[in-house]
């Protein structure tokens, strides 16, 4: 998978998990817009037209980000898996299909054939242009050549394979069922390169594909979780009383030290670490020189 593939990726999960109108909006346009090639969006929406972007975004990221995420989340729901609560086996993956599906096959039965759309030359913007202004012109660099003769490197000339859209789902539809072909024929491992976090149910575009469980602001609090599931019941205790003995005074740590009860506890830690081997409390019994 190329970086322009995990880009788009990325602002699909990016749309789906912004928390505002106007951060789904924002994601939504340069999603689509690094997408949908520049040169088939004057028609229909004039997206890159001399009044720029006209398309209401905020409007569509509100019409189109819930199906959405139901669709991301059928895509990298499991077939199957256990309920946590119940043991009872369920199908996640099943009780999104109707809808996932519908969406999906709507908005790709919008998209039309191949055709072919001919790329003006775009002289260079004046300093300080529009945003849109510089994307066309770099765009048509990729036809023209700088004094507006077409670039002799295709045989297309100055013409372009384009689709055309109805609205602004059609092309993320368009995308996702080019990726799932890919799965089809053997491209990819697995359907779709991003999850759902199972702590708080957002999408995770990782890095790595397959190597990541949790998004950023889960993974260190399931790793606590599961260190904790694992670690022996005295661990925690052990830990926190030899945090407390550092963070103390070395005046005052060194009085502590000398008392026998201490001096038993401190034996009790070095015996359990002996069958344990926490690696965060030998930490601090080396900082320590126990």
């Given at each position: 998978m190329n970086a322009h593939t995990k880009g788009i990726w990325s602002g699909l999960v990016s749309f789906a998990n912004a928390g505002t109108v106007e951060g789904a909006a924002k994601e939504l346009h340069r999603t689509v817009t690094d997408y949908m090639p520049w040169f088939s969006q004057r028609d229909p929406f004039g997206l890159l037209s001399d009044e720029f972007f006209p398309v209401n975004w905020k409007a569509a990221a509100a019409e189109y980000q819930s199906p959405v995420q139901t669709?991301?989340?059928?895509?990298?729901?499991?077939?199957?898996?256990?309920?946590?609560?119940?043991?009872?086996?369920?199908?996640?993956r099943d009780s999104l299909q109707a809808q996932g599906f519908a969406?999906?096959?709507?908005?790709?039965?919008?998209?039309?054939?191949?055709?072919?759309?001919?790329?003006?030359?775009?002289?260079e913007p004046k300093p300080n242009a529009p945003s849109e202004?510089?994307?066309?012109?770099?765009?048509?660099?990729?036809?023209?050549?700088?004094?507006?003769?077409?670039?002799?490197?295709?045989?297309?000339?100055?013409?372009?394979?384009?689709r055309r859209y109805k609205d602004l789902a059609d092309p993320i539809c368009?995308?996702?069922?080019?990726?799932?072909?890919?799965?089809?024929?053997?491209?990819?491992?697995?359907?779709?390169?991003?999850?759902?976090?199972?702590?708080?149910?957002?999408?995770?575009?990782?890095?790595?594909?397959?190597?990541?469980?949790f998004c950023s602001d889960c993974s260190n609090k399931a790793r606590a979780e599961q260190y904790r599931?694992?670690?022996?019941?005295?661990?925690?205790?052990?830990?926190?009383?030899?945090?407390?003995?550092?963070?103390?005074?070395?005046?005052?740590?060194?009085?502590?030290?000398?008392?026998?009860?201490?001096?038993?506890?401190?034996?009790?830690?070095?015996?359990?670490q002996l069958q344990h081997h926490s690696a965060r409390c030998q930490r601090l019994i080396e900082k320590l020189k126990l």
């Amino acid at each position: 998978m190329n970086a322009h593939t995990k880009g788009i990726w990325s602002g699909l999960v990016s749309f789906a998990n912004a928390g505002t109108v106007e951060g789904a909006a924002k994601e939504l346009h340069r999603t689509v817009t690094d997408y949908m090639p520049w040169f088939s969006q004057r028609d229909p929406f004039g997206l890159l037209s001399d009044e720029f972007f006209p398309v209401n975004w905020k409007a569509a990221a509100a019409e189109y980000q819930s199906p959405v995420q139901t669709l991301l989340r059928w895509l990298c729901s499991p077939k199957s898996d256990v309920d946590a609560d119940t043991g009872t086996v369920i199908h996640p993956r099943d009780s999104l299909q109707a809808q996932g599906f519908a969406f999906l096959h709507e908005h790709a039965m919008h998209v039309g054939g191949i055709q072919f759309e001919e790329v003006p030359y775009v002289e260079e913007p004046k300093p300080n242009a529009p945003s849109e202004e510089v994307a066309r012109h770099q765009e048509s660099m990729k036809f023209w050549t700088s004094i507006g003769k077409i670039k002799d490197d295709s045989p297309l000339g100055a013409f372009a394979i384009t689709r055309r859209y109805k609205d602004l789902a059609d092309p993320i539809c368009d995308f996702i069922c080019a990726e799932l072909q890919k799965f089809r024929d053997g491209e990819y491992e697995q359907p779709v390169p991003i999850f759902a976090c199972p702590h708080c149910t957002k999408f995770v575009m990782p890095k790595r594909i397959g190597k990541k469980k949790f998004c950023s602001d889960c993974s260190n609090k399931a790793r606590a979780e599961q260190y904790r599931e694992k670690a022996p019941l005295d661990e925690a205790g052990d830990y926190q009383w030899l945090y407390r003995l550092e963070r103390e005074n070395p005046r005052v740590r060194g009085m502590k030290l000398k008392n026998p009860k201490n001096k038993k506890r401190i034996g009790d830690i070095k015996q359990r670490q002996l069958q344990h081997h926490s690696a965060r409390c030998q930490r601090l019994i080396e900082k320590l020189k126990l």
